[in-house]
């Protein structure tokens, strides 16, 4: 049974720094590319960041390059997004999703229509 759950989201500063983690069980990251996602209130769910499968390919939004860094250890089947210098149009809820990794390319790894399994959320509040 494939089940993603996101673990890390709580309410910092702007400027703060946090670590969300996405625990992956019923499939192995070597196979498999996980992308992170935001949804503020009101906006449509935008692609943050993606790791592929063999953990060589990374992609960020425009809006976190330099800022967040996607990674993962294969032996804790588990992807980690670490988000420093946060600002307060950070603030949303983050979402990891799965796809089989060939499916993943630079130009569509945004696209929430190639992810099969998603996580159930959790919140990140940036706020003074």
């Known amino acids: 049974q494939v089940q993603l759950v996101e673990s890390g989201g709580g309410l910092v500063q702007p400027g703060g720094s946090l670590r969300l983690s996405c625990a992956a069980s019923?499939?192995?990251?070597?196979?498999?590319?996980i992308g992170w996602f935001r949804q503020a209130p009101g906006k449509e769910r935008e692609g943050v960041s993606c790791i592929g499968s063999s953990g060589g390919s990374t992609y960020y939004a425009d809006s976190v390059k330099g800022r967040f860094t996607i990674s993962r250890d294969t032996a804790k089947n588990t992807v980690y997004l670490q988000m420093n210098s946060l600002k307060p149009e950070d603030t949303a809820v983050y979402y990891c999703?799965?796809?089989?990794?060939?499916?993943?390319?630079?130009?569509?790894?945004?696209?929430?229509?190639?992810?099969?399994?998603w996580g159930q959320g959790t919140q990140v509040t940036v706020s003074s």
């Open positions: 019923g499939f192995s990251l070597h196979y498999y590319a």
């Open positions: 999703a799965s796809t089989y990794g060939t499916r993943v390319y630079g130009s569509n790894w945004h696209f929430r229509t190639i992810y099969d399994y």
